[in-house]
């Protein structure tokens, strides 16, 4: 239900924007967040939007603080990550995940997935 794009290669202290549709679903009226999965490391969450009637409060893993936003276009139903200053260790598959029930202080991930998009950042 949840159609990423975005992502590629990029040197060191570059930007990337990752982009996340959901034909089926009225993306404001949802929390969704952008995890991401490195190479033999868990899943990680490093960022979270709140629903638009919930004011669109924004969540970020320290790591990334600072250097990657969250951002919702309630006209094209679509959310974002970009992500500037990348580091290395930003090297991941990132996904964009929602579901009904889902909110940024829920420890607990979604169950709605895009399908995932691979950032390699690299010099």
């Known amino acids: 239900q949840l159609v990423q794009s975005g992502g590629g290669l990029v040197q060191p202290g570059g930007s990337l924007r990752l982009s996340c549709e959901a034909p089926?679903?009225?993306?404001?009226?949802?929390?969704i967040a952008w995890f991401r999965q490195a190479p033999g490391k868990e899943r990680e969450r490093v960022s979270c939007?709140?629903?638009?009637?919930?004011?669109?409060?924004?969540y970020y893993e320290d790591s990334v603080k600072g250097r990657f936003t969250i951002s919702r276009d309630n006209a094209k139903n679509t959310v974002y990550l970009q992500m500037n200053s990348l580091k290395l260790e930003d090297t991941a598959v990132y996904y964009c995940?929602?579901?009904?029930?889902?909110?940024?202080?829920?420890?607990?991930?979604?169950?709605?997935w895009g399908q995932g998009t691979q950032v390699t950042v690299s010099s």
């Open positions: 995940g929602t579901d009904q029930y889902y909110y940024c202080s829920n420890p607990n991930p979604p169950t709605y």
């Open positions: 089926e679903l009225r993306l404001e009226n949802y929390a």
């Open positions: 939007l709140g629903t638009s009637y919930g004011g669109d409060s924004t």
